[in-house]
């Protein structure tokens, strides 16, 4: 993993035999995404993407093993590649480190995948697929 490299998760329940997805708003609260965050040195990605969700949604659940896929993202500290995990969950927390400055929403797979940036919604419109089928 490069040093910018980054973790993802996607967030998931089921209710009413739906797939719904756990979105967070992004640092400035202005755009609806999922948690992610930097790879801290020695961390696994999957520990990041795991630390990330309780973090930034105050989420606990089983992670898979492997990632679902990873994208490019270009930001302010340049390219870097995005592992992205996909989480069951099995705990919601009231309040979280990050609950201060994000807001948590749980939206059904098509309305999340939409609200997110290109690059993240094939991996919503896959996991919807996957779990529904």
């Known amino acids: 993993m490069a040093r910018n490299d980054k973790a993802a998760v996607i967030p998931y329940r089921i209710r009413n035999a739906r797939v719904e997805v756990a979105l967070v708003t992004t ?3 202005k755009r609806w995404s999922v948690p992610k ?5 020695g961390e696994h990605p999957r520990d990041a993407a795991i630390r990330e969700a309780e973090e930034e949604a105050g989420l606990r659940g089983v ?4 990632p ?4 490019r993202h270009g930001s302010n ?5 995005v592992e992205v995990y ?3 969950v099995t705990k919601v927390l009231e309040r979280w480190l990050e609950d ?3 807001r948590r929403r749980w939206m059904k797979a098509p309305a999340a995948a939409a609200c997110l940036r290109e690059e993240l919604q094939p991996f919503v419109e896959v996991l919807e697929r996957v779990l529904e089928s």
Do not use: H, N
């Open 68 to 71: 679902l896929g990873r994208y």
């Open 77 to 81: 500290e340049g390219q870097c590649r």
């Open 63 to 66: 992670v898979a093993r492997k």
């Open 27 to 29: 640092s400035s609260g």
């Open 86 to 88: 996909v989480m069951r």
């Open 37 to 41: 965050g930097s790879i801290d040195e």
């Open 100 to 102: 201060d400055t994000r």
